[in-house]
T-cell receptor, first 114, second 114 residues
Framework: AQSVTQPDIHITVSEGASLELRCNYS??????LFWYVQSPGQGLQLLLK??????LVQGIKGFEAEFKRSQSSFNLRKPSVHWSDAAEYFC????????????FGSGTQLTVLP | DADVTQTPRNRITKTGKRIMLECSQT?????MYWYRQDPGLGLRLIYY???????NKGEISDGYSVSRQAQAKFSLSLESAIPNQTALYFC?????????????FGPGTRLTVL
């Protein structure tokens, strides 16, 4: 069975500072990895995804993530955080084959200080 | 217009009542999903449907039922609501592409069971 761990429940950064959100996964085959963002009162928006190929993936809103197979990680990064980035961030792993279900981590709440 | 819509957006009901949450999509996707979100637990899959004639249980289907009325419509029912079903409910859709799918989420329905 697949699983996702987001070790940081809550992270606070200052506006303009860099950001890294951690995600570790467990999956027996090639993982398909996603980062979603949930702004207050909103649904989940896809930031980026990794299926194969280049392990550094670029997404929307200036985010990127790096897949590291040896560390079973898919950390999300942004070089300079904006106040509008305050939200909850979810990492997810997708299954291949007939099921194709997503398993989500518990989320990381990001607070941005002015 | 939003691609995935959910109605109602908020609902307060009493224990024992029957509740239906509705999801409609204009993305033309075959696959639809229902998740619930609880604080600190991320999103958990309730049911999913790969086409009108295909319904599958997810991780936490007990106490819920679904109906896929058409390709674009997928409803979630709570036959007899109980307080621990208080949560944020999300509908999602995906299109079968390659080895796994990218899921797109609706805005959510906040359900409170008193």
């Amino acid at each position: 069975a697949q699983s996702v761990t987001q070790p940081d429940i809550h992270i606070t950064v200052s506006e303009g500072a860099s950001l890294e959100l951690r995600c570790n996964y467990s999956y027996g085959a090639t993982p398909y990895l996603f980062w979603y963002v949930q702004s207050p009162g909103q649904g989940l928006q896809l930031l980026l995804k990794y299926f194969s190929g280049d392990t550094l993936v670029q997404g929307i809103k200036g985010f990127e993530a790096e897949f590291k197979r040896s560390q079973s990680s898919f950390n999300l990064r942004k070089p300079s955080v904006h106040w509008s980035d305050a939200a909850e961030y979810f990492c997810a792993v997708g299954a291949s084959g007939s099921a194709r279900q997503l398993t989500f981590g518990s989320g990381t709440q990001l607070t941005v200080l002015p | 217009d939003a691609d995935v819509t959910q109605t109602p957006r908020n609902r307060i009901t009493k224990t024992g009542k029957r509740i239906m949450l509705e999801c409609s999509q204009t993305k033309g996707h075959d696959r639809m999903y229902w998740y619930r979100q609880d604080p600190g637990l991320g999103l958990r899959l309730i049911y999913y449907s790969f086409d009108v004639k295909d319904i599958n249980k997810g991780e936490i289907s007990d106490g819920y039922s679904v109906s896929r009325q058409a390709q674009a419509k997928f409803s979630l029912s709570l036959e007899s609501a109980i307080p621990n079903q208080t949560a944020l409910y999300f509908c999602a859709t995906s299109d079968a592409q390659g080895l796994t799918d990218t899921q797109y989420f609706g805005p959510g329905t906040r359900l409170t069971v008193l």
